[in-house]
């Protein structure tokens, strides 16, 4: 792979930073009038409706969407008191808990869900011509 100079190197941070924090407002502009959810309520509804049986361990559900335990504590407790998470005790460890995506849960990600492939639609794949979301992609896949 070439070296990339520190100027390119800066300036393709600097689009990426730029793309990410645009992409996520839009995003949270759309979701949130439509759903009443934000998108922080979303990755979390997201990532427990792809985990098996709908439910993962606050310290595994902290690490795939990005936030600390404390962060994730705390999503998980206002998400409980809306009624889309409940929590489950480990039975195999005392200490391990568990937040499981209620049915409630799973219709409002499944609403969001629908808001969010609209917004990535309208503010995304309408900038992008032909055949670059391909090229985009697979560079990016090859920096994760």
């Known amino acids: 792979m070439a070296k990339l100079a520190s100027s390119k190197a800066v300036q393709l941070w ?4 730029r793309t990410y924090h645009s992409m996520t ?17 979303y990755e979390v509804l997201a990532q427990l409706s792809r985990a098996p ?8 559900l902290a690490r795939v969407a990005d936030l600390t335990d404390s962060g994730v504590s705390r999503r998980v ?5 809306a009624g889309l ?23 409002a990600y499944g609403k ?23 090229a985009v992609n697979a560079a990016l896949s090859r920096l994760g």
Not at 14 to 17: C, L, P, Q, T, V
Not at 77 to 81: F, G, L, S, T, V
Request: proline content about 4%.
């Open 53 to 60: 049986n709908a439910m993962l361990r606050f310290q595994d």
């Open 77 to 81: 407790n206002q998400m409980i008191k």
């Open 85 to 107: 998470v409940d929590r489950h005790s480990c039975p195999t460890d005392g200490r391990g808990v568990y937040a499981h995506l209620t049915n409630k849960g799973k219709a």
């Open 14 to 17: 600097d689009g990426i930073s």
């Open 112 to 134: 969001a869900h629908a808001v969010l492939l609209r917004s990535l639609e309208r503010n995304l794949g309408s900038q992008l011509q032909p055949g670059e979301a391909e």
């Open 25 to 41: 407002a839009a995003i949270e502009k759309d979701m949130l009038p439509e759903t009443g959810l934000s998108l922080g309520w």
